[in-house]
């Protein structure tokens, strides 16, 4: 006869399908997952205590070096969280050039976070299909920012480089390119019966606990929760932007989500490019003493800058609230409770995007 | 041989975690609502918490700030979801139990002062234990 045994399950803090180190450990009755925790701690970078008594000059550097996926909204939040404390103005052209490239890295991640899913479910060629499309998004970013991951691209007052008009060329035939793939990969994902299987129905992570976990970005609009940050961002409203909203609440929502704000991402950069201006791209302004809180909208959701400064502009002190420490606690306390099999836990894991540079700050 | 770095001991880590200003609000806040000390409240959490959940912990007393225990003022000054829900911390029944006497109580008449206090004493001797 079968036999149903009680299992711990460890996963991590090494496993293929993760990017980083972390560790699940999972209680099961066979292969039915009763409560699971997650521990961190392997690659803790104590990046707050380093930036605190430098000049805001360091500490913008350090800010992106928090995580190599997401980099660009961490250098966004941080410059504009200064800017607001120092009441520092941007011309049309640079804000409306932020959002470019701000765009451009949601591409990259959210083209990047399907992947890992993907080669999670082990539909491998969808995989390698999705990471080949993000190159395309990689080489966009280098070539207006001069860099792929680090790119220190906005400054307090504005940007660092113009947009020439023969990279804006260039940029609309990329995005047109990207558009095209992207529709074609979605319904290769959205057609998949095996991907339906894996993917429709598991992990589920209910409205009621999304809002308990304070779960944030795809992971929580997935959920049916319409909350987007860009919709409090003035250059944002200028472009009309609504939310990508899925209430299934399961790993195939959460996937769909990161498939249409995609989409949605060159819909907006290609609004930008109709509405630049021409003009300067940076304004004056210098940094000043006071202290200020900021949220912006990263690829994984909400990011909040606490940011305290002196009269030299220096970091007296700063606290970085990242979203992937709502996602992951939402998905190890929530979304793996009830998942029937052990092969899920890991796709769900994945599907809530998880990061844990960001996380360990 | 050597330990596995999974297995060693992660209270450093998860005092590191608890050593941030954010999450030392927390602890404080927390502390403040049930008289408690605060390293006592950052201990419970350290033994009671998987590391994650230590991360959450100001967005999850935010929100309980915003929405938690928005029913009934009883429950809102007891803190019942907060120390079972948002930062669970004690067993949801035994909050529910301490909760329930404390409304009772109000209801026979006791003053309602008298009732919380009792009711706080009541939560941070269970919290000790």
Not at chain 1, 5 to 26: M, N, Q, T, W, Y
Not at chain 1, 242 to 262: S, W
Not at chain 2, 54 to 76: F, I, K, S
Request: aromatic share 6%; with cysteine; proline share 4%.
């Amino acid at each position: 006869m079968k036999k149903v045994v009680d299992v711990s399950l460890p996963i991590g803090p090494l496993h293929p399908c993760f990017k980083e180190p972390a560790r699940i450990k999972c209680e099961t009755r066979g292969e039915f997952v009763l409560s699971a925790e997650v521990e961190l701690g392997y690659v803790k970078k104590g990046i707050e205590r380093i930036m605190r008594g430098r000049p805001w000059q360091e500490v913008m550097f350090l800010a992106e070096r928090i995580c190599g996926i997401c980099s660009v909204i961490h250098n966004m939040t941080f410059i504009e969280t200064v800017e607001q404390l120092s009441d520092i103005a941007v011309p049309d052209r640079a804000a409306l050039l932020r959002v470019v490239v701000n765009e451009l890295d949601r591409i990259q991640s959210h083209v990047l976070a399907n992947f890992s899913y993907c080669y999670t479910i082990e539909h491998e060629t969808l995989a390698m299909y999705l990471l080949n499309l993000r190159e395309t998004a990689m080489d966009m970013l280098e070539l207006i920012t001069g860099a792929r991951v680090t790119c220190a691209y906005m400054i307090p007052g504005g940007v660092r480089f113009d947009l020439r008009p023969e990279d804006r060329q260039t940029l609309e035939r990329s995005l047109t390119h990207i558009d095209t793939e992207i529709a074609r990969f979605t319904a290769m994902f959205k057609n998949g019966p095996l991907i339906g299987l894996r993917s429709r129905g598991i992990g589920i992570l209910t409205r009621e606990a999304a809002l308990e976990a304070h779960a944030v970005g795809p992971t929580a609009r997935a959920s049916g929760i319409a909350e987007d940050m860009r919709l409090r961002h003035p250059t944002y409203r200028k472009l009309g932007f609504e939310p990508v909203v899925y209430t299934e609440g399961d790993n195939y929502a959460r996937i769909m989500v990161r498939f249409d704000e995609v989409r949605q991402s060159i819909r907006l950069i290609q609004t930008c490019l109709e509405m630049l201006p021409e003009g300067l791209i940076r304004g004056g302004g210098s940094v000043v003493a006071g202290e200020a809180t900021y949220v912006g909208e990263a690829p994984r959701g909400e990011l909040t800058y606490f940011v305290k400064t002196d009269d030299y502009g220096r970091i007296v002190d700063i606290s970085v609230q990242t979203p992937s420490i709502m996602n992951i606690e939402a998905c190890a306390h929530y979304m793996l409770t009830g998942v029937t099999s052990a092969a899920d836990v890991t796709s769900t894991f994945i599907s809530a995007d998880p990061c844990v540079a960001c996380t360990e700050r | 041989m050597g330990d596995f770095l999974y297995e060693k001991d992660l209270r450093m880590m998860q005092y590191n975690i608890l050593t941030s200003a954010r999450h030392n609000g927390v602890a404080a806040a927390i502390a403040g609502h049930y008289g408690l000390k605060k390293q006592e409240v950052l201990r419970m959490m350290m033994e009671r918490m998987d590391m994650i959940l230590l991360e959450n912990l100001p967005a999850r007393y935010e929100v309980w700030q915003a929405t938690g225990d928005a029913g009934d003022e009883t429950e809102r000054k007891l803190g019942c979801e907060l120390i079972s829900r948002y930062v669970p911390l004690a067993d949801p029944q035994a909050i529910d139990r301490i909760c329930a006497d404390a409304k009772e109580r109000i209801r026979k008449g006791t003053p309602k002062d008298e009732a919380l206090s009792e009711g706080l004493q009541n939560i941070r001797e269970m919290l000790r234990t």
